[in-house]
């Protein structure tokens, strides 16, 4: 916290004071720690002292990290809100990584939806003309 030298009747002593709460002040002199009691008014603060209550343990149960493996189907979701302008692919479909799926209608843009997966089309969520927010399922690939 704060170092001082002093030197008293020609000794020399070096002074950290590690600690102070309240009238006790926790201080290392030459390497050796000591605990003083300060004689001076301890003024009340008006600002009450927090204390935080202990967190308890997480249970076995809770500290688990639960894996959901029901459906292992990639899902292709919406880039950006827009409308469904054409479904390139069906179900059944084999596609590659980077084939065209569907194209989606965003401000006045087309916009090709890739495939991030080679696989089989399991679901189209959607269909044509549907309006689709950020996000939105489109596509399970198996």
């Known amino acids: 916290m704060k170092q001082y030298k002093f030197t008293i009747r020609g000794h020399k002593y070096d002074v950290e004071i590690q600690s102070l709460e309240?009238?006790?002040?926790?201080?290392?002199?030459?390497?050796?720690?000591?605990?003083?009691?300060i004689n001076k008014e301890i003024k009340q603060t008006k600002t009450p002292k927090l204390v935080r209550a202990s967190i308890p343990e997480p249970t076995r149960k809770e500290s688990k990290i639960e894996k959901n493996i029901s459906n292992k189907a990639f899902k292709i979701y919406a880039p950006l809100p827009g409308s469904i302008f054409k479904i390139i692919v069906k179900e059944g479909d084999t596609v590659n990584i980077g084939d065209n799926l569907l194209i989606l209608e965003a401000m006045k843009m087309e916009n090709n939806v890739l495939s991030e997966k080679a696989g089989k089309i399991q679901s189209i969520k959607v269909k044509e003309g549907d309006s689709v927010l950020q996000n939105d399922l489109l596509i399970e690939i198996i």
Request: zero cysteines; charged letters at 25%; a negative charge.
């Open 22 to 37: 309240d009238n006790i002040a926790e201080i290392e002199v030459n390497g050796t720690n000591y605990l003083v009691e």
